[in-house]
T-cell receptor, first 113, second 113 residues
Framework: QKEVEQDPGPLSVPEGAIVSLNCTYSNSAFQYFMWYRQYSRKGPELLMYTYSSGNKEDGRFTAQVDKSSKYISLFIRDSQPSDSATYLCAMSAGETSGSRLTFGEGTQLTVNP | DGGITQSPKYLFRKEGQNVTLSCEQNLNHDAMYWYRQDPGQGLRLIYYSQIVNDFQKGDIAEGYSVSREKKESFPLTVTSAQKNPTAFYLC????????????FGNGTRLTVT
């Protein structure tokens, strides 16, 4: 079983919809949680970065962490065609970055005009 | 503008040949990483380096080699010993090893036939 599970989709929504993207994980030591957005044939770019449980909001994006359920979410409000991309969750236990960052396989999102 | 440059964007090689992928960063980051991305799988760590002249194996280092002679550069060699080299390779850097987010280049797509 994978340490981080993420539904690969594809997910298709109309413009303006609220999008919910989710990851579950099994390692209770994870405490740093990130969401990356990856456009086709490009490298991932960091969207949200949270520590431990709780919510974090940045414009139309909200990241939510529920450590008790080992579940993280990314919400996109008023979705736009430019949000069409693959969204990767990533998490670490905090020993060192990068070297122990575990990624989900990504969810492919399409927002239709 | 600071960033990570990977070259070339596309690379084609015959089976049995070694090939080197370039990664240069001007972000003054200490740590650099190489990931491999395959469909249906999360990013997998090949090698990482936290300081010049030092690097460690990641989860899938077999068939790969790296060097870190300069802070700005972290080239990856895919050797003929790598059984399935065709993939999308991503280089990343972070300001330090402690939970800092990754900055990615735009990748090199390697095709070996």
């Amino acid at each position: 079983q994978k340490e981080v599970e993420q539904d690969p989709g594809p997910l298709s929504v109309p413009e303006g919809a609220i999008v919910s993207l989710n990851c579950t994980y099994s390692n209770s030591a994870f405490q740093y949680f990130m969401w990356y957005r990856q456009y086709s044939r490009k490298g991932p770019e960091l969207l949200m970065y949270t520590y431990s449980s709780g919510n974090k909001e940045d414009g139309r994006f909200t990241a939510q962490v529920d450590k008790s359920s080992k579940y993280i979410s990314l919400f996109i409000r008023d979705s736009q065609p430019s949000d069409s991309a693959t969204y990767l969750c990533a998490m670490s236990a905090g020993e060192t970055s990068g070297s122990r960052l575990t990624f989900g396989e990504g969810t492919q999102l399409t927002v239709n005009p | 503008d600071g960033g990570i440059t990977q070259s070339p964007k596309y690379l084609f090689r015959k089976e049995g040949q070694n090939v080197t992928l370039s990664c240069e960063q001007n972000l003054n980051h200490d740590a650099m990483y190489w990931y491999r991305q395959d469909p249906g799988q999360g990013l997998r760590l090949i090698y990482y380096s936290q300081i010049v002249n030092d690097f460690q194996k990641g989860d899938i280092a077999e068939g790969y080699s790296v060097s870190r002679e300069k802070k700005e550069s972290f080239p990856l060699t895919v050797t003929s010993a790598q059984k399935n080299p065709t993939a999308f390779y991503l280089c990343a850097s972070s300001i330090g090893p402690l939970e800092s987010p990754l900055h990615f280049g735009n990748g090199t797509r390697l095709t070996v036939t």
